[in-house]
């Protein structure tokens, strides 16, 4: 099976990759997949993400399994490019706003930009002779000509009676992914006249992350289900640093004994990590007067995707006097590498195992409550078995439950006790407090019972069946999981 991923993030590095990669990587040895996944991760249509836009990072490195396309289908320069897929964004956001006239522009600009790239996807899905596209966060109106000119070419590349299509892997939806910028949505509220959403043909299929997503899809104007797809997580090497690990600590000057704390987000307004950046200071006060090791923070995202934000961020750690003791890392790597310089660039899995064995923890802190749809922080921390802080969000419990080694932060006065009670969590783990221990271990079989892998992998097997034409069940347990699509 050949496998197309189209990313409607617009970033090398990201969350929603980091768990592609999860997925790919779990099924390499089945056979079932034709590599490498050829890829175009949305640069050519994200200009707010402007470091990215519209070819992607120079120097982004991806595992040898994935190609990655920095092809701009559009032919205008890249201002006009910004304002125009800017304007048809803020215009489909405040549709609802808008008169019969009002609507006529955007309409018309929607129009002319998907053929391009209507073309651009048909053109690249018969390059590469593509069975499966893997379209990840395609239904938001980040870029609705884009969305529409994908929908034209899967219908072209797929008609009815021939195996394949696109299956739509969301990770986020109108509802409850309530950004604002200066005061406004960047999404509506629900789908409109102007935003796509799967179902317009039988090729379609979709997927979504959360049994939260999958109700609220129930209520879009579609007739196609959503079925709820689990994150898969990584799996942790074993217990043996590396030299790539004792390298990573020399190069930013990490004493082996430091405990790595980790903010596994991205460096964007809706992530908290000023609130990560608050509890850090809080911790390295504590540690100071008890003359114990004072940790270090590792913040996985890059500072150049939202730079306000970033401006924010960073004047935050200087204010707190913790510049020693913060480490930005650029965007987390799909794969660890060194880069032309020479230095290493770890990714999760290696990352969590440095926060592992040094006992660290890791912040998971959102700052508004009703954007994220899982929030995989807690999940990390748990793989790895060591404590979790995190922020009041909606769907926490729903996912994770009540969880004894997760130290809630109910808002910024409790950053203190929040920040006391985790590191006495992190010293006795390291000291091996048995009961610390225990929990930890809870945790982690609920989260590796929550994040099953099986749905993915039974899913690719029936993809996969129906382009070789050996029949749609690929199930053992005859569970019919496309019933759902």
Known sequence: ????????????????????????????????????????????????????????????????????????????????????????RAAVARADTLDDEARAEPRAAVESLAGPYEEYFTRWFEEHDVDWVCAVNMT???????????????????????????????????????????????YPASPNEFTPVPGTHPCHRWAVVSPALAEEVAGYPTELEATTLPNVLPTLRAREPGDRHAAFLAQHQLAPERPLLLAPVRVFQVKGVEIAVSMFAEMKRICTERGTPVPCLLVFGSLDEDPPYAREVVSAVRELKVEDDVVFLDGVPLSSHQDAAGRWRLDEIDLLGLCRDSGGAVLFTPNTSDVESVGLGPALAAIAEVPCAVTEYDCFEDIYGTRSSCVRVPDRTGIPAAADRLLDLMAKNRHGDFTVREALKRDKEHVLRSFDPNPWRKLLQEMANEVSGSGSDGNADGMDIGASY
């Open 140 to 186: 938001l109106s980040d870029a609705v000509p884009v969305t529409l000119g994908l929908h034209r070419a899967a219908a072209r590349r797929w008609p009815p009676g021939v195996p394949g299509g696109v299956l739509f892997w969301d990770h986020d939806l109108f509802g409850t992914c309530a950004i604002f910028e200066d005061g406004a949505r960047v």
């Open 1 to 88: 099976m050949k496998l197309a991923l189209i990313s409607g993030d617009g970033l090398p590095v990201s969350g929603l990759l980091t768990i592609f990669r999860n997925v790919i990587e779990s099924e390499l040895g089945n056979g079932s997949l034709e590599l490498p996944v050829v890829a175009d991760l949305g640069f050519s249509w994200r200009p707010d993400k402007q470091h990215f836009f519209p070819r992607g990072a120079e120097h982004s490195v991806y595992p040898d399994w994935m190609s990655t396309s920095d092809t701009v289908p559009l032919g205008a320069g890249r201002a006009e490019l910004m304002r125009e897929m800017t304007r048809i």
